[in-house]
């Protein structure tokens, strides 16, 4: 079967960001996701969401035209959802993984997406505290984005060792 790709008629941008929602004291990880999205204004309810753990929060930008569109969408909803998260007693934390919360105690977010997620990966996805940083990059076409991949494979040393670099895991 084909994969379609479809194409934008202009180049385009959108990040999300997995952030740790943590206890401003103790710095552990909260299943707090729940009441901190229900505080999101409703403006940007589309751009704060949930994610596997109920100590996680993805804030997304809309779709952007150039990387200064990404860093001021971004900024102002990081700078609502800090001083948000201060109210609240918490934290929010920008990493890879959490230093020593354990996965035993985090809570997996209600959905059937998530339902499904546990039922076919099970031990794998329940121990899946990880953070991540996506970047979307919306181009022309199919072979466009082929070309781009391309450019982009005598980085992925990098990356990987970027993204497999973490001195803590449940706290070893």
Not at 85 to 110: D, K, N, T, Y
């Amino acid at each position: 079967m084909p994969y379609l790709f479809t194409g934008n008629d202009r180049h385009t941008l959108g990040v999300e960001i997995e952030l740790q929602l943590v206890d401003a004291e103790t710095l552990a990880l909260t299943n707090s996701i729940q009441p901190f999205l229900e505080s999101v204004p409703e403006h940007w309810q589309p751009f704060f969401k949930p994610e596997f753990m109920q100590s996680y929060c993805e804030i997304n930008t809309a779709v952007c035209e150039s990387v200064k569109d990404v860093e001021r969408d971004l900024t102002a909803k990081l700078q609502w959802a800090n001083d948000e998260a201060a109210r609240m007693g918490l934290r929010l934390l920008w990493s890879g993984a959490h230093p020593f919360s354990r996965w035993e105690e985090q809570h997996i977010s209600p959905g059937d997406r998530y339902a499904w997620l546990m039922e076919t990966m099970q031990y794998v996805a329940r121990r899946l505290v990880v953070f991540g940083l996506h970047v979307h990059v919306g181009v022309s076409s199919g072979d466009k984005a082929i070309q781009m991949c391309d450019r982009l494979l005598r980085h992925l040393p990098t990356l990987l060792a970027l993204s497999a670099n973490s001195p803590m895991w449940c706290g070893r």
